[in-house]
């Protein structure tokens, strides 16, 4: 099982950054992706950012160029840097991950992001 800790949401004005957290515990072996998305009030999940082990990155059109994913896979844990944040940012934040070990994805409880204008 696995078990993943968001940290860093909070409140920012428009064009400010947060960098968020992700921390995987637990008895598990082969990760393969680790990525983030996001749900904003009144609408569905969308993907932000993945990353591979190999660190092969995907971004959301949305964020390109704006935020950046990164990873330690020493330490299992990944972040997110969030810069010149939008209010249409708002959301809701879920680190996820998926292992190959078993074919499962893996949710962390989410953290909040808000940009106010």
């Known amino acids: 099982q696995v078990q993943l800790d968001e940290s860093g949401g909070g409140l920012v004005q428009a064009g400010g950054s947060l960098r968020l957290s992700c921390a995987a515990s637990?008895?598990?072996?082969?990760?393969?992706?680790m990525g983030w998305h996001r749900q904003a009030p009144g609408k569905q999940r969308e993907l932000v950012a993945t990353?591979?082990?190999?660190?092969?990155?995907n971004y959301a059109d949305s964020v390109k160029g704006r935020f950046t994913i990164s990873r330690d896979n020493a330490k299992n844990t990944w972040d997110l840097q969030l810069n010149s944040l939008k209010p249409e940012d708002t959301a809701v934040y879920y680190c996820?991950?998926?292992?190959?070990?078993?074919?499962?994805?893996?949710w962390g409880k989410g953290t909040s992001v808000t940009v106010s204008s």
């Open positions: 996820y991950t998926h292992l190959w070990s078993d074919g499962m994805e893996y």
């Open positions: 637990g008895r598990f072996f082969g990760i393969n992706v």
């Open positions: 990353i591979t082990t190999g660190g092969t990155t």
